[in-house]
């Protein structure tokens, strides 16, 4: 099993930037993906990044260039450091470890406001 801690979130103006970290309880190094998702209030669960164990990372349209997915192995922690922020990022951002089940973490919400 796999618990997961998001942490980072808070209230940001647009075009700034936050950070949100993932913590596992365990290595993550053998854990197939692990990934970010967000769910704005009315609207379904999307996912925003997602990083493999080797390394390679996929991205909603709507955060290419603005969003980087990462891992640190050592830390057991996943990253996703988001740039140029926009108040249609406004949500709760979860994160996500998939291996034989997936596992979830109970969020940290993102607030993308004047």
């Known amino acids: 099993q796999v618990q997961l801690v998001e942490s980072g979130g808070g209230l940001v103006q647009p075009g700034g930037s936050l950070r949100l970290s993932c913590a596992a309880s365990?290595?993550?190094?053998?854990?197939?993906?692990m990934g970010w998702y967000r769910q704005a209030p009315g609207k379904e669960r999307e996912r925003v990044a997602l990083i493999l164990s080797l390394g390679t990372t996929t991205y909603a349209d709507s955060v290419k260039g603005r969003f980087t997915i990462s891992r640190d192995n050592a830390k057991n922690t996943v990253y996703l450091q988001m740039n140029n922020l926009e108040p249609e990022d406004t949500a709760v951002y979860y994160c996500?470890?998939?291996?034989?089940?997936?596992?979830w973490g109970k969020g940290t919400p993102v607030t993308v406001s004047s």
């Open positions: 365990r290595s993550i190094s053998s854990i197939n993906a």
């Open positions: 996500n470890a998939r291996t034989r089940v997936d596992y």
